[in-house]
């Protein structure tokens, strides 16, 4: 009886696993599908990219807390996938996807890497299985980058008529990043708390849902005084200090 039911958790596992590696590798396709077969310029294929290829790591929701370092496997993978998509590398067309014009100056993918970076080392932290209920705290800043960053040039280019700063920044867009972080935080809560039997909050769901304000806010404040492409490292590293802390002050 144990053995048939480890059995059938290794192949649960394995098949979130498996649907985590097709979800990703589906997203990056789907931005190159757009690009070659649409036009869709690269910036469009790149928000695409940035707003839902991250999702892949958050199969931790359901992976068995044993085998949850499943996911390390994941992030791991997806980052030497970026490492390797250099413009006269083996992976040239994930390059052609994704690269902006100071990349390809380069020839190689610097935000997205440190996307795929930030997300491996955040996820690995809670890959065990002590850890693994605390996974919806950076989960859900991991989110807040997402979104949040992922519609700001949408919305500056679109409405952006208030500049400020030296990083081509408007009120508008952060304005956009503001409330793009609390949608990605509160559908990473909502994830946590009705579809994963693994998450433990330690404070009220009011209170949990309340604090995405204040994080929404600095995530917005973050990404509008951090270097482009390097936002992808401080939002999500200084909101999950932020939240754990808090989280802790709290509970």
Not at 24 to 47: E, N
Not at 131 to 136: N, Q
Not at 223 to 235: H, I, K
Request: net charge positive; charged share 10%; with cysteine.
């Amino acid at each position: 009886m144990y053995v048939a039911m480890s059995l059938e958790a290794a192949m649960r596992n394995v098949l979130l696993l498996v649907i985590s590696y097709t979800y990703g590798l589906s997203v990056i396709g789907t931005g190159r599908i757009l690009q070659v077969k649409l036009g869709k310029d690269v910036g469009f294929t790149r928000k695409i990219i940035h707003l839902f290829a991250g999702y892949s790591a958050f199969v931790v929701f359901w992976f068995n807390p044993d085998w949850a370092w499943l996911a390390i496997i994941i992030g791991c993978s997806f980052t030497f996938l970026l490492y390797l998509a250099r413009s006269r590398g083996p992976l040239t067309p994930v390059f052609e996807t994704m690269a902006r014009d100071e990349e390809r100056s380069r020839g190689s993918l610097a935000g997205p890497l440190y996307y795929a970076t930030s997300l491996t080392i955040l996820t690995t932290t809670c890959a065990f299985p002590a850890t693994v209920p605390f996974y919806w705290i950076p989960a859900s800043c991991l989110s807040m980058m997402f979104i949040g960053d992922g519609i700001a040039p949408i919305v500056g280019k679109r409405f952006g008529h208030h500049p400020y700063g030296t990083r081509g920044r408007t009120v508008e867009g952060s304005i956009g990043v503001l409330f793009g972080s609390y949608a990605g935080y509160c559908i990473t809560i909502l994830l946590a708390v009705f579809t994963s039997n693994t998450q433990i909050l330690f404070i009220p769901q009011p209170v949990v849902f309340l604090l995405g304000v204040p994080l929404s806010i600095e995530n917005a404040i973050i990404e509008g005084l951090t270097p482009s492409g390097y936002d992808n490292v401080t939002c999500p590293f200084i909101t999950s200090g932020t939240m754990f802390f808090l989280v802790v002050l709290l509970s």
